[in-house]
């Protein structure tokens, strides 16, 4: 299993990696959502899932999502929004523009387990 994390803070990029790595995931990150497009074009393998963070500098999560949403091989990747963004529209306007889950920091491992449980990606 194979999961990459997007979020412009190494402090949670590392409590996100430890996370899912506890889960089997081999993990991939970057700083920004460019960053994150530039990787996806250079690995091999379509992550699994992708772990992504509203707000960053360069290119937001929003708009990798709907950027990863156009490129045919990346449409199938579940992609989990891992953000403050509490309201409700902006939580709306993730899953429109294609994410499967969405997370409010802070959080818990368990809340992470449940999201990708759901996701059908780990046990319960």
Not at 14 to 23: A, N
Not at 47 to 66: H, K, Q, T
Not at 112 to 122: D, E, F, R, T
């Amino acid at each position: 299993m194979l999961a990459l994390v997007v979020d412009d803070s190494g402090t949670m990029r590392r409590i996100l990696r430890r996370i899912v790595s506890g889960f089997g995931f081999a993990v991939y990150e970057a700083g920004n959502g460019q960053e994150a497009l530039d990787l996806l074009n250079e690995i091999p393998t379509v992550p699994d899932v992708a772990l992504i963070d509203w707000n960053m500098p360069v290119m937001d999560g929003l708009e990798l999502i709907r950027n990863v949403r156009k490129i045919q091989p990346l449409r199938d990747m579940c992609m989990m929004m891992v953000t403050t963004e509490s309201e409700h529209s902006q939580m709306v306007r993730a899953l429109a523009a294609g994410a499967h889950e969405y997370v409010l920091k802070p959080f818990t491992p368990e809340i992470i387990q449940q999201k990708l449980a759901y996701l059908g990606l780990v046990s319960p």
